[in-house]
């Protein structure tokens, strides 16, 4: 930057006025206006003025992190109007113990912080006004009602899938939680396509617009998953995700669907009914993809876990092959056959002895009984000088009665045949 020696810092602010100031705002022109600061002053001087009041309303924000401060955002129970309302001391005290969406009577006095031009309450009294009639306790009653009928029941839940190939994301035009989760989930898994349908996040239309939106995305059969995405806001503000059609339509989706609406302390029924609640819109997005870095290292591992598995195999079956090769049954394979020849050998050898032992036994058996046959054989009686004699038939003849003289008969000796006539038979 060149430095302008005739450049004079102190010309370039605005200058006291030469003139008198209007007293009145009606005599205030175009060349003779009020600064801001007058007409703040004068705001600050009418406020100042006004009475203090009561009022009752529901907190749907509160901070009072602080110590000794309290700063309130006060809804009106029935319209969509809200106010600032701060305290201090005894005030931030007393407004300790409640949360956003308590409904309170607060006592306090009008005032306007002259910097920011901004009107707000000052508090110096705080009480609980009971739940009757305010947001949270519509809320409470609709929620009692859809768990009675089991809408938040955890079986009812659809496990999200392990790769999504195509997310389906639900959110407001333009909205950071649309780039938070594009961004983040693309990080993780660059593989992923996107449908997104812009609706309406607040308001009156929200509703409607978000019940439609779950319904194209559901029967859309290239979404596996849906995620409803909202950025933080005030209690209010985020009503329109605990409507009864919007919890209704995201229990009947078969489609998974991921709810990550406000930040970590923000909760609607749709977080209720959701298969899956994430706490920010980023939340949902590490939450619906694998990470692409730690998918990669489980693939190196189980493939190292493999390798170191297969050559372990490998190498047992090696020292397997190599103790049969070394077994003397292979290095000298006659030693395989000895025990077997051993048995044949003695069997050969018992059988050899039963053999000779069944023989001997049968050849006595056979003298026996051949002594036996010779004792009573004819032919011992002939060879003790006996005869056979026997008819012309045939016949032994046993009795001299029998025969008849010139009978021929035929005698059988120890040697050889006689025939001869009997002459004279002498019973």
Known sequence: MNWNPDYNPMAAQPQAPAKPLPRMAGETTADNPWPVSLLSEKFHSAVDRWPSVWVAGQITQINTRRQGSAYITLRDDFQDIAMEVNGFGQFAAAAAPFVQ???????GKPNLWMKRTSLSLRGDKIIAAGAGGSLKAMIDALRKKLKGEGLFDADRKKPLPEFPHCIGLICAPQARAEGDVITNVRLRWPAVDFKVMHVHVQGEQCPSDV???????DADPDVDVIIVARGGGAFEDLIGFSDEGVVRAAAAANTPLVSA???????????????????????????????VREQAQLIDTGISRMRMRIDAMVSNEARLIEGYANR???????TMLEPHQRLIDDARQRMRIGLTRILDDASLTIEKTQASLTALSPQSTLDRGYAVVQNADGHVIDDAGKVSPGDTLTMTLKHGVVVSEAKTVRP
């Open 261 to 291: 609406i406000g930040h970590e302390d923000d909760w609607t029924l749709l977080d209720l009914v959701a298969d899956l609640r994430a706490s920010t819109p980023t939340d949902a997005a590490k939450k619906v993809v694998p990470d």
């Open 211 to 217: 019940i439609a939106a779950i319904g194209r995305m």
């Open 101 to 107: 969406g308590d409904r309170v009577i607060i006592h």
């Open 328 to 334: 003397p049954s292979l290095t000298q394979p006659l």
